[in-house]
C-alpha cells in the first residue's frame, strides 16, 4: 500500500515539475562556472577595468592615492570574488534560457516566440546598466570620494574593499536595468499586473530619487538625476511590458446540463 502511494506521488505534477526544476538549476550552475573560469582567466585584464573610473582623480594620476592588498590570501579571494560575478555576465544568457525554459510550458503559443527576444533582452538589460553605470556614473562619483578630504588625509585603498564596492554598484545597475524584464515574469506569475504597478508610480518615484540619492553621494543634483531619469523610464517600461503581457481574463464556462 505505501509502495502504492509513493509512486502516485512520483507521477504527481508537483513532483514532475521539482524534477524539471532540479535540472534546469544543474545546467545554471554548469554555465555559471564555465562563465567564472572564462573569467578568471582574464582576472589582471578584469581587475584593471574596474579601477579604470581611479583614471578620472587627480591624486590618483599624480600618484597620491595607493591602492594595496591587506594580506596574503586577498588577491586570490578576491580574483574569485570577481570572476563569479564576471562570470554571471557572462553566463546571465544561458541561465536566463533555462528559466524560460522552465516557465515556457505555462505560456500560450503566441507567447513563446518571445523566448529569444527574452533571453537576449534580459542580457543586454544587464550589461546594457553595468556599462551605464561604469560610463557615466562612477567617473564622478570615484574621484569624489577619494578627494572628500583631499589634502587631509592620504587616500589608501584596499584593492579588495574598492572593486567590491565597485562591483557591487555595477551589479545594482545590471539588475536595475532587469526590472522590465521582471516585471514580465512576475505578471505572467500572476505576482502583480499592470494596474498594480501604475497605481504605485508615486512611491515608485520616492523610492527611485531616494536610491538616486544613496548611490550617487555628490552634491551636483545633475549626477542624481542622471541616475533617477533611466530608472523612472525603467519604471514606465516595466508597466508597458506587464500590460502586454498581462494573464488573460478567465473565461467563464457555461454549463448546458443546467441550461445556463
Known amino acids: 500500500m505505501s509502495q502504492k502511494i509513493t509512486t502516485d506521488l512520483k507521477s504527481a505534477p508537483l513532483f514532475d515539475h521539482l524534477d524539471e526544476l532540479r535540472r534546469r538549476l544543474i545546467f545554471s550552475v554548469i554555465f555559471l562556472a564555465a562563465g567564472m573560469s572564462i573569467a578568471f582567466v582574464y582576472r589582471l585584464?578584469?581587475?584593471?577595468?574596474?579601477?579604470?573610473?581611479?583614471?578620472?582623480?587627480?591624486?590618483?594620476?599624480?600618484?597620491?592615492v595607493q591602492v594595496v592588498t591587506y594580506n596574503l590570501t586577498e588577491p586570490l579571494m578576491l580574483s574569485l570574488n570577481l570572476s563569479f560575478w564576471a562570470g554571471i555576465g557572462l553566463a546571465l544568457p544561458f541561465i536566463l534560457g533555462q528559466v524560460w525554459g522552465f516557465i515556457a510550458p505555462g505560456l500560450y503559443p503566441s507567447e513563446r516566440r518571445w523566448a529569444w527576444p527574452f533571453i537576449v533582452g534580459a542580457g543586454l538589460s544587464f550589461v546594457g546598466g553595468a556599462v551605464f553605470g561604469y560610463q557615466l556614473v562612477l567617473p564622478s562619483m570615484v574621484p569624489f570620494l577619494v578627494q572628500f578630504l583631499a589634502g587631509t588625509v592620504t587616500p589608501i585603498l584596499g584593492l579588495g574593499s574598492y572593486i567590491g564596492t565597485v562591483t557591487t554598484f555595477l551589479v545594482a545597475f545590471g539588475l536595475a536595468f532587469e526590472l522590465p524584464i521582471l516585471s514580465v515574469i512576475l505578471t505572467r506569475i500572476g505576482i502583480v499586473n499592470h494596474v498594480m504597478l501604475r497605481k504605485g508610480w508615486r512611491i515608485a518615484i520616492v523610492a527611485i530619487m531616494v536610491a538616486a540619492a544613496v548611490i550617487t553621494p555628490t552634491p551636483d543634483p545633475g549626477n542624481m538625476m542622471l541616475v533617477a531619469v533611466p530608472l523612472y523610464v525603467l519604471f514606465e517600461l516595466s508597466v508597458l511590458l506587464s500590460r502586454a503581457f498581462r494573464l488573460p481574463p478567465p473565461e467563464e464556462s457555461e454549463s448546458p446540463a443546467l441550461g445556463l
Do not use: A, F, M, T
Open 45 to 64: 585584464q578584469l581587475i584593471d577595468w574596474v579601477k579604470g573610473p581611479l583614471q578620472y582623480s587627480e591624486l590618483y594620476r599624480e600618484g597620491k
